[in-house]
């Protein structure tokens, strides 16, 4: 990331090189104007406009997913976060504190719809700087970048939200079959699942800042370092000119001095804001790979333990149990705002029931395999940087390109599998409101109500060891 253009002034003796008889000042302007950035393979540029076309596909999706429920009306999916309240068979609360359950479907959605923008953006970007000079002065890449990573660890972090809930649910569900397990408390999860976004952006906003107004006074200085070698150019032009008189000559050296001078101090403060930038740029990477790391650990082991928990309610369901029901039930916890849990009362639905959850297991499964190749790109990526950015072979055409095109495969992993997820929410959200409105027009009367729901309920449908109630927000 960091470019040529921001050191190339700063040499100590940039003459050394001007070739006898030749116009030093005309010299570095044409020198500079091809040493502003690293130019780009065929094939990086041919990946690069592959995931452009991408991303504008997911970006295009994914605005669809969030628009299309209020167009047709589906109100269940505007709900940004719901409260879940643990109650016991009594009726009382466990907990005082409720549990935030954030939708996942459509912050996962916006996340991924901001992370596409922003590696558009990035992609434009990189494309836009090795093809003109003004551009690699003007256009900053790093907030782009940025961006990216955000969402990225946004949407894996929302991910592993429902994982959390996930097994939160069946520890209290299972809770009362068994020996007491540690639970953390719902407190816990809020402040870890709505303390790290933020974290995330207040350490992310310093270093993107500093990139920004060093780049800024950069593109001032060396701007100022154009106009003044055009004018010593000019000048020396001037001076080279036969009918020139000896008290001309004398008044345009002394012009060449005050330019040199110019040039040295302008040279100086590109020099310190060259430094300040690298510093930025260097924190910008060890906060991401710090980050990043933090994520990658945090997503192994919730999603090993909610693994491990799935084969377990497997293994006891196997054995007959009915442990295993209020874990498998889960994996359509959505379709709790409605509801209050109650047992399939159809046995010949189990077969069925199986295999959706079987088919569910295997996409949660491949959702997280491509998450963690995300993730362990990102944090390659990062290293990357680190290391080819301290010996300065990142400034080469090959590595320019091989990071360039590696930041936006980091986030093109996952964004099939999380899209699809988003899709698949989307339409449960809106089969449910269409079974919801068929059932309002075919509803019987309360007092038909009661008595069929006295007459069919059985004593072992009220046993529920956990109640979960939900209070929009």
Known sequence: MMKDHQRRFTDDNPWNSVPPGVNPFQFSIDRSAHRGFAPLSRLTKALLLVFFVFHLLIAIFCLIILVLPYIRGVKQSHWFFRKLYIQDQSRQKVYKVPLLWVNGGVVMTMSQLMGSVATLAYILIQLAITQSINASLHVQVEPALAMMCMCEMLTYWSQMHCFVVAMFYHNHKTDSNGPKRWTPPPIFINCLFLGFPMVLVIATLPPVIGLSLNHNQITIGVTSIMNTLRQGASVWDQLKVPSTTIEEKHELTTQLNQIMSQLKDLGVHIGIHAERLKVCFDSFIWVMLVLLCITFLFFIVV???????????????????????????????????????????????????????????????????????????????????????????????????????????????????????????????????????????????????????????????????????????
């Not at 055409?397 to 990071?403: F, Q």
């Not at 992993?413 to 999380?418: F, K, L, Q, R, T």
Request: glycine content about 6%; charged content about 20%.
């Open 303 to 473: 999603f090993g333990v909610l693994v491990q928990k799935v084969q377990q309610a497997e293994e006891q369901s196997a054995c007959g149990s009915s442990a295993s029901k209020p874990f498998r039930r889960w994996f359509n916890l959505k379709n709790h705002a409605t509801t209050s849990g109650v047992e399939p009362k159809d046995r010949s639905d189990t077969g069925e029931q199986t295999s959706i959850m079987n088919r569910q297991f295997f996409h949660l499964i491949l959702r997280s395999i491509c998450i963690i190749v995300a993730m362990c790109t990102s944090i390659t990526l990062c290293i990357l940087g680190i290391v080819k950015s301290h010996d300065g072979s990142i400034r080469s055409s090959y590595w320019a390109g091989v990071t360039t095109w590696l930041a936006t495969l980091a986030g093109s992993w996952s964004a099939i599998p999380i899209v699809w997820q988003c899709w698949r929410l989307y339409n449960d959200d809106l089969g449910r409101t269409f079974q919801s409105s068929v059932n309002s027009r075919h509803a019987p009367s309360s007092g038909e109500s009661n008595l069929k729901n006295s007459v069919h309920r059985k004593p072992s449908e009220e046993r529920l060891d956990i109640r979960i109630e939900l209070a929009a927000k």
